[in-house]
């Protein structure tokens, strides 16, 4: 992911517990954890849900020259970009829309977005804010296989309607309440 000399604000979004983290753009590294003893991850994933596929040090974020790598170092049950296992200690730039997944399966799976923004709404009896999510595809979408177009697009929809149920189960459990 090249940065086109403005700052931007990435994150990753858990896609189960539609939870973001920063990426702080004054690191240069961004350790993807559990804490043990003195070490504490700069994303600390212990208290979402199947964090004992993840490892204490499961993955690393490498930013170079405003390009993110991703990079997993060593774990115990893999690393997986757009459901590709990645080699240990190996670089693999991300893009936008990418997903990661930690450890097997879609237990914990990130995408690698820009920072979203949570659309007001407005004030309702259930008092809860949608959140917009926004997709932005670039020149490097466009120069791809159609099969890589289609994969990416599937992808994005099916995490995008999962979403939704997520947030319509939400709404009529509150409504039962």
Same mark, same amino acid.
Request: proline share 6%; aromatic share 10%.
């Given at each position: 992911?090249?940065?086109s000399g403005r700052l931007?604000?990435?994150?990753l979004?858990?896609?189960?517990t *539609?939870?973001?983290? /920063?990426?702080?753009?004054n690191?240069t590294?961004i350790? %993807?954890?559990?804490p =043990? &003893?003195?070490f504490?991850?700069d994303?600390?994933?212990? *208290?979402l849900?199947? /964090? ?8 690393? %974020?490498?930013?170079? =020259? &405003? ?12 690393t ?5 296992r990645?080699?240990?200690n190996?670089?693999?730039p ?5 997903k ?12 690698f ?13 259930l ?5 917009v ?18 994969d990416k ?12 149920w ?12």
């Amino acid at each position: 992911m090249q940065n086109s000399g403005r700052l931007q604000t990435l994150e990753l979004f858990h896609v189960q517990t *539609d939870t973001s983290f /920063a990426l702080l753009p004054n690191l240069t590294t961004i350790r %993807i954890g559990k804490p =043990k &003893n003195q070490f504490v991850g700069d994303i600390n994933v212990s *208290d979402l849900p199947n /964090a004992n596929f993840v490892s204490r040090l499961h993955a690393e %974020i490498q930013i170079e =020259k &405003n390009i993110y790598y991703l990079v997993d170092v060593g774990s115990s049950n893999g690393t997986f970009l757009n459901n590709m296992r990645l080699d240990p200690n190996k670089r693999y730039p991300l893009k936008l829309g990418d997903k990661i997944d930690l450890g097997p399966g879609t237990k914990v799976t990130f995408l690698f977005l820009r920072e979203q923004k949570v659309a007001p709404e407005p004030p309702t009896s259930l008092n809860n804010p949608a959140t917009v999510i926004q997709f932005q595809f670039g020149e490097t979408y466009t120069k791809a296989p159609l099969k890589d177009g289609l994969d990416k697009f599937f992808r994005v929809v099916e995490s995008i309607l999962n979403y939704a149920w997520r947030s319509l189960k939400k709404f009529f459990k509150k409504l039962r309440h």
